[in-house]
């Protein structure tokens, strides 16, 4: 329980003592480590850090934060970038001890909102099945990535995270607990799959799941240049010929050996049991890639899906994992995609991307896309046009932060005013008149969710979508 005498000690008025199951800390250390994220550029102090034991733990405390005022929100592995779960004097909510897993179908799994991708894939791969779309970095936690989407390698065939949910328990801004589905309450189910954290916070979901891919066939592309790799993507969309397919542009060093130069790549792979391997020839036919330069590797689906491992664990070990990462993540409407991230990649210095930084420029149908929170541009096909940035060691790191947001606002302008759209995990300062542009004619919708479901605007205050006062 929270004890009455230690919150009228930090200013809070003296009210009945909140029954818990769970505690809440006020150590020093622990609202630190809460006032902190991935990205490491803002930083808000809570009042404690609540570690629930239920969700009517969870719901104790947002009726509470929303009587006295104060903001709370919800934190998984704490992979914002942008201080989106973080509380200036409310309550932090720590969601790592919500990670229980069980099957509840041939095809389903209902898991806690604080378990990461990674604990689910260990829990389905004995069954032989595995969610359709997982993100790169496997260690994000559940409700963190249903809050926002869910992108990954193969969200051009499955459509975002959010869209093989079947279920979702959640605790709303009136800490009321309720369960939601496309049946039952669908207001709620639709306002908070990608609803970042505004409506309610997410404490369990249930998954539709598909059968594992026994192997990978990898084919690692170069190209000469962003117009072919490009249109390579929409061949290769048009076709249906990839399981998994994710475009990067990167920096090697150039002919002189000095300065930098834009090398542009292709990672498509197709999914096969030992039995059946894929005719090499017949995967790239009619591809403009570089082919002598072409990568061809067959390996596990679990080798695959933890690739990204060996890349976190290299930005490790140079330290670059713990410093700040401005990352700025959009999607590009397809038609004119090349032209628009050609633009935008003049203004980009090699230093703004760092020393292992890489550029993500993936093709996707939108109409694979049925979340509604999920905005996409105007077009068939859409690009995820993401700066992966790291941020140089050392005392020019605040400089640095300061010319990089500067950057990534100036190319937001310019992606916006070409018909693209934030993916809202970036590093990027938006308030309410921003995300009314972002959402467009769903505004009033957004706004009207706003409150009914959270009417004392308490939950998850960092994103600024609704200011009050």
Not at 129 to 148: E, I, K, M, R
Not at 373 to 380: A, E, S
Not at 420 to 444: I, N
Request: glycine fraction near 10%; proline fraction near 6%; aromatic fraction near 8%.
């Amino acid at each position: 329980m929270i004890d009455r005498t230690m919150r009228a000690s930090r200013g809070l008025p003296r009210r009945e003592v909140l029954p818990l199951d769970g505690d809440v800390s006020f150590a020093d250390d622990v609202r630190a480590a809460a006032a902190d994220d991935f990205g490491h550029v803002i930083r808000r102090m809570p009042l404690g850090v609540l570690r629930p034991a239920s969700a009517r733990d969870i719901a104790v405390a947002v009726r509470w934060a929303a009587d006295t005022g104060r903001g709370i929100a919800a934190r998984g592995q704490g992979h914002s970038t942008f201080g989106r779960s973080q509380v200036d004097g409310g309550v932090v909510v720590d969601m790592t001890g919500f990670d229980e897993i069980h099957r509840t179908g041939d095809d389903r799994l209902t898991v806690g909102a604080g378990a990461t991708w990674r604990s689910v894939l260990a829990a389905t791969l004995p069954d032989q099945l595995v969610p359709p779309v997982l993100p790169n970095f496997l260690d994000l936690s559940v409700g963190g990535t249903l809050a926002v989407g869910g992108v990954g390698g193969t969200t051009h065939r499955y459509g975002m995270q959010t869209d093989s949910v079947c279920e979702l328990e959640v605790v709303t801004g009136e800490g009321r607990i309720v369960t939601c589905s496309p049946r039952d309450n669908p207001e709620l189910f639709h306002s908070v799959r990608a609803g970042l954290g505004q409506f309610g916070i997410i404490t369990r979901a249930t998954l539709t799941l598909i059968p594992a891919p026994t192997r990978a066939r990898r084919y690692t592309l170069a190209y000469p240049d962003l117009g072919r790799l490009a249109a390579d993507q929409r061949l290769l969309l048009g076709e249906d010929r990839a399981d998994h397919l994710q475009g990067a542009i990167t920096l090697d060093a150039g002919p002189d050996g000095d300065a930098r130069a834009w090398r542009h790549q292709l990672e498509m792979v197709l999914f096969h049991d030992l039995a059946d391997l894929p005719d090499d020839d017949a995967v790239l036919a009619g591809l403009a890639d570089e082919r002598a330069q072409a990568q061809i590797e067959d390996m596990s689906y679990v080798d695959h899906v933890e690739a990204f491992d060996r890349f976190t664990e290299l930005v490790r070990s140079t330290g670059e994992w713990a410093a700040p990462h401005l990352w700025w993540l959009t999607f590009l409407p397809g038609s004119a995609a090349d032209d628009i991230a050609r633009a935008a990649l003049a203004e980009v210095a090699p230093e703004d991307l760092g020393t292992h930084g890489m550029v993500v420029f993936s093709a996707l149908r939108t109409s694979r896309i049925t979340t509604p929170l999920v905005r996409m541009p105007d077009d068939d096909i859409a690009f995820t046009f993401n700066l992966i940035r790291f941020a140089p060691p050392g005392p020019v790191v605040g400089e640095y932060v300061d010319r990089v947001l500067e950057q990534n606002a100036s190319l937001y302008r310019r992606v916006l005013a070409a018909g693209g759209v934030l993916y809202p995990v970036s590093a990027l300062s938006f308030r309410p008149q921003d995300w009314a542009e972002h959402f467009r004619d769903l505004w009033p919708a957004v706004r009207e969710a706003k409150e009914r479901f959270d009417p004392a605007h308490c939950l998850t205050p960092g994103y600024e979508l609704i200011v009050s006062g």
